[in-house]
């Protein structure tokens, strides 16, 4: 409690009760940029704003730092969309040949694929852009023939056959991002990797179809309950099941402990 007047100034403080000015906190180090952090960071574009919206300007931003900065470790779009692909083949190893689970072996192949693709928005874009003949794909190439191969089929037929596969896994989840696009678009909001109600889809689709007059779509109304039916991952499974039989037609002969079904 102070005895001085009212209205008295306040003596200057005192030498001794002078306060430390407060030490000024360093400023968090930044990582360093790398080719790796660039990748990320262009994957967290793509899942927000799609291939379209992916640009080295939008990931430059996504990493605080210029444009330019980004030339050190990437030379194009291009270039980084490729590192995008390769970077989901990261742990992935065909195993060895092994002719009587061949059919087995190419299922597991296209389901991880499948994954892969669905891992990141609009990847089956990129994947049908890009020829898998880079060093660090080129050993899957390889692995896949070998599959072919030891199964017995005909070489002309081993070297087509990756192709096909390739083709109806990169056909297939680019169908289905164009739905999950859609869906969201119908809901009024901003497309996500989150699945559409394909139920509900499945439902109009099904009721158009048995609507169509019946002398002139006879065969839509008979399978109007069939064509848009199970889920997706079901769907997939059939697909893949066609080629698998229709590859098998080519062996000589179906060899003992074949895993068909």
């Not at 102070?2 to 005192?14: D, F, I, L």
């Not at 360093?26 to 960071?41: G, K, M």
């Not at 056959?161 to 680019?174: M, N």
């Amino acid at each position: 409690m102070s005895n001085a007047a009212p209205g008295t100034p306040a003596p200057p403080p005192s030498p001794w009760d002078r306060r430390r000015r407060p030490r000024a906190q360093a400023a968090p180090a930044r990582l360093p940029l790398s080719r790796e952090r660039v990748v990320e960071a262009a994957f967290t574009v793509l899942d927000d704003q799609g291939l379209d919206g992916l640009s080295m300007r939008r990931v430059a931003a996504e990493l605080g730092v210029t444009v330019s900065a980004l030339y050190a470790h990437v030379s194009s779009k291009d270039d980084l969309l490729e590192l995008m692909y390769t970077r989901l083949f990261d742990g992935f190893e065909l195993p060895e040949p092994d002719p009587k689970r061949w059919r087995e072996q190419l299922r597991d192949f296209a389901h991880a694929g499948r994954r892969r693709l669905l891992s990141h928005r609009d990847m089956a874009r990129i994947s049908m852009a890009h020829v898998p003949f880079t060093a660090e794909l080129l050993p899957h190439v390889e692995g896949l023939l070998a599959i072919f191969r030891a199964a017995g089929l005909p070489d002309h037929i081993a070297a087509e056959a990756g192709d096909l596969i390739s083709t109806y896994i990169d056909g297939f989840v680019l169908e289905e991002g164009m739905w999950q696009d859609r869906a969201a678009r119908e809901d009024g909001e901003e497309a996500s990797l989150a699945r559409p109600d394909w139920h509900e889809m499945a439902d109009r689709m099904r009721d158009y179809f048995a609507s169509l007059p019946a002398e002139d779509f006879p065969n839509l109304r008979a399978l109007s309950g069939l064509m848009v039916s199970g889920s997706s991952d079901t769907r997939f499974d059939t697909g893949l099941e066609i080629i698998l039989r229709g590859l098998a037609s080519y062996l000589p002969d179906t060899a003992p402990g074949d895993d068909a079904r």
